[in-house]
């Protein structure tokens, strides 16, 4: 046989090879994110059954204040402000009065949207591809978690439904109040926003805490904004 065929026989197997590597480890993160999503899906299914995730009870019944439109006004104001008119004055008034509903800073979550996006907050971003696929919309979410996050909260879902502003504001107030019922504390919650609650598992085993810089970013700059507070 000659050199020339043997080199490409060669060739065949080694690429036979690589290919069969990189099913494999496709096949297995698959099978991780598939467990994963299993997980939170029973998960999701145990709150609805047990009501401690009723979203008729966390709502703030704030709305016959008459302060209470005037301050979500001003708060709205302040987003728009600090956003150089980027963040829409209607989009804040809506934030705002969502988060207010779950009892979650409206700033954290502002701050959160301004980390995801890069101070765009361009609701029709579509972030760098990861093994799991982009993130999508002004909240940045993967269609693996965004279908489940939707029926937590009693929404439609589809995949366009991602770059609509008030809907991915939504899904993050949702997803991060999921988040801190779960962990009880911001860090862990916000973390695992980022980088899902495996891989917060996974940071908080290796560094020894969940306080990671995302999170901190967050935290530090919600409170840099409290100059006044909704009444309550």
């Known amino acids: 046989?000659?050199?020339?065929?043997?080199?490409?026989?060669?060739?065949?197997?080694?690429?036979?090879?690589?290919?069969?590597?990189?099913?494999?480890?496709?096949?297995?993160?698959?099978?991780?994110?598939?467990?994963?999503?299993?997980?939170?899906?029973?998960?999701?299914?145990?709150?609805k059954a047990a009501s401690t995730y009723d979203q008729e009870l966390l709502k703030v019944d704030l709305e016959d204040d008459y302060t209470y439109w005037s301050n979500i006004e001003k708060i709205a104001e302040q987003m728009v402000s600090d956003s150089e008119g980027r963040f829409k004055q209607t989009w804040a008034i809506y934030l705002t009065n969502e988060a207010e509903k779950y009892a979650i800073d409206p700033f954290l979550v502002y701050e959160l949207l301004k980390v995801e996006t890069g101070y765009t907050f361009d609701p029709h971003l579509i972030g760098p591809k990861t093994k799991y696929g982009h993130a999508y919309g002004m909240s940045q979410f993967?269609?693996?978690?965004?279908?489940?996050?939707?029926e937590l909260a009693g929404l439609p879902y589809s995949d366009d439904l991602l770059f609509d502003p008030y809907y991915s504001m939504q899904l993050a107030i949702v997803y991060l109040d999921f988040l801190h019922h779960k962990y009880q504390n911001w860090d862990e919650a916000l973390t695992a926003y980022h980088r899902g609650m495996t891989g917060m598992e996974q940071y908080r085993q290796k560094t020894g805490s969940a306080k990671s810089h995302y999170a901190e970013r967050i935290l530090t700059n919600a409170e840099g904004h409290h100059t006044f507070a909704i009444a309550k």
């Open 1 to 47: 046989m000659k050199r020339s065929t043997l080199f490409i026989v060669f060739l065949s197997f080694v690429s036979a090879i690589l290919i069969f590597i990189i099913n494999f480890i496709q096949h297995s993160q698959m099978t991780t994110l598939k467990e994963e999503n299993r997980i939170l899906y029973a998960e999701n299914k145990q709150l």
């Open 142 to 150: 993967m269609k693996n978690t965004a279908p489940w996050v939707a």
